[in-house]
């Protein structure tokens, strides 16, 4: 199979990562002497502390959580670097070994390991009680307090232990497997084949019949692996509702708001406050057929559609890039800006396009002792600068809570790792829209904007009441055949897009190359979680100005280091108040109330 050559040269074409910070290479005998001394360090630990748990003092407690830091460090680097590698190549044989070497030495480690975590719990609540009220401990009570947090849902160790060696050959091979197939995967273009991001990319063409032929395409593609894809989705579903039945977990999605620290009621708040707003993506999707002209509606394949605004149609260059989101950083905080600039120049970045590399975008965190890394696949297309701003906040974010927490807090919740992220993203959007004078280009971006809060708030939702359809039924009807698949996915999109937009059946398949419900089931919500919380921390940005950042950039410092809730405290939000996400909603509202009135401006004609 022969890929297809890139169109365009943005400049991104040779940058790429550099992992030295980790090991100078795959081949680099350190790794196997790492893996050789982890191995070591673990049994030293256990040796140590294996039936003492509940008679360690304070004191004690905070020698062994540093004993644990370092082994978690060591480990810690040896997987970012195999990991990453891997990510730039699915297909490398030489990086899949190796990632699956350390699955299972991984295992192994987890195994001996485990006791401690288990006799913490077992310790009665009130001896638990007396040791977390002592101040030794610092830093480290509020992760020995959450870890209780499991106490009901924890299973017998040599359960916990058969539990994380069957993942080796059972979720985490077929997770796995997802990623390599789906990066494998070839679709048809105008006699050649492209990948993923190849084709995805032009569902965002001006010309209408070229992003019908792409999403036909995507559609094909999908089918051809259809026994494949529904096969492991079906496996990993049965999987958790298995394990969530041995733990004891109410429902499917209670094992991943426990991880959140997201109360359920708080959760249900936030799904229910989306879906009963989908009349927001109705208004700007009626807008966008009527700018578009399209008197029959607009299909599948139109959602992405850029208005026909010639000065609007354009790319960027890397460099174009680096400038506008650094400029947008700086303006917000120099030292912020500053720490931005280290990722283009000290290699931290990964962008160039290559054939089996992982599609979407990520960050890192990788451990404390080094530092975060940023993947995107740039193409040079305004969304390819909104994303790099999008990751570039996820890095700040992990720099900043690995600077001040070290190992312990450097991993925060998925509903806060995307609050970076996201207040990046605007960020940018409000630099970029302050320095644009066409009100054409400004209508532009204004309705790109909309479109990526719709993606993160709202289909984010609908593939977590999509999820929500899977889960429950794999319960209680047994495997699940595509069409059953397809159609709970059909029915929850239509749900969102109303009469706005027409679905064909074909996009049915669409669910089929979502990574999340793969590699983390319930992820989704926590995107819907952090968008809607930037805009309510970018209101107050708005409304205090300069005495807000420090705030802020306190709040990000302080990683996993508290509660959500009182973390946000401290900048002035209440995630307690079932009524709060109604702020976030109300900020789209009023992003969709002024890409309609520059609408009638910019086009007076049509309406």
Partial sequence: MVDAAPERVTGAENVVWDLTVFYSGVDDPTIQRDMERLSGMADEFAAKYRGRVAQLDAEEMVDAQIELEAISDVSGRLGSFISLNFSTDTMNPTFGGLLQKFREFGAQLSQKLMFFELEWKAVPDDQAARLLADPTLGKYRYPLETELRYKPYT????????????????????????????????????????????????????????????????????????????????????????????????????????????????????????????????????????????????YDYDRYAPLLIE????????????????????????????????????????????????????????????????????????????????????????????????????????????MASVFGEMLTFEDMMRKETNPAVRLQNMMDRVEDSFATVFRQVTMNRFEDGVHTARRTEGELPTPRVNQIWLDTQRRMFGDSVTLRDDYGWWWSYVGHFIHTPGYVYAYAFGELLVLALFNLYRKRGAEFVPQYIEVLAAGDSD?????????????????????????????????????????????
């Fill in 563 to 607: 509660y959500p809730e009182k973390i946000l405290a401290k900048a002035g939000v209440d995630l307690t108040d079932p009524n709060f996400w109604n702020e976030g909603l109300t900020f789209i509202r009023e992003m969709v109330d002024a890409e309609e009135k520059l609408a009638r401006e910019v086009f007076p004609d049509r309406f």
């Fill in 311 to 418: 000065q609007a149609d354009r790319s960027y260059s890397w460099s174009e890039a680096r400038a506008i989101v650094e400029s947008a950083y700086s303006a917000f905080d120099p030292r912020v800006g500053s720490i931005i600039s280290r990722f283009f120049d000290e290699n931290w970045i990964h962008a160039q396009i290559l054939p089996n590399k992982r599609g979407g975008a990520f960050a890192s965190p990788t451990v404390a002792s080094a530092h975060p890394f940023v993947f995107v696949n740039f193409l040079g297309k305004p969304r390819d600068v909104m994303t790099l701003a999008h990751e570039l906040g996820h890095g700040l974010h992990m720099y900043l809570s690995g600077e001040a927490q070290g190992q312990t807090g450097l991993y925060t919740p998925l509903t806060t790792a995307e």
């Fill in 155 to 298: 299973l017998s160790e040599i359960e916990e232990q058969l539990i994380v060696e069957k993942d080796v050959t059972g979720a985490g091979a077929w997770v796995r497997f997802f990623t390599q197939l789906t990066s494998a995967m070839r679709y048809d273009w105008d006699g050649e084949k492209v990948n993923q991001s190849k084709i995805l990319d032009k569902l965002y063409d001006k010309d209408r019949d070229i992003r019908r032929r792409a999403a036909d395409s995507l559609t094909a593609g999908l089918r051809e692996k259809e026994m494949e894809l529904t096969y492991i989705l079906n496996t990993l579903v049965i999987d958790k509702a298995n394990e969530d039945k041995r733990r004891g977990f109410p429902s499917w999605i209670s094992a991943r708001n426990l991880s959140n620290k997201a109360p359920d009621e708080v959760v249900e708040a936030l799904i229910n406050a989306v879906t009963s707003n989908y009349e927001l993506v109705s208004r700007h999707y009626r807008l966008k057929a009527k700018l578009l002209g399209y008197e029959d509606g607009l």
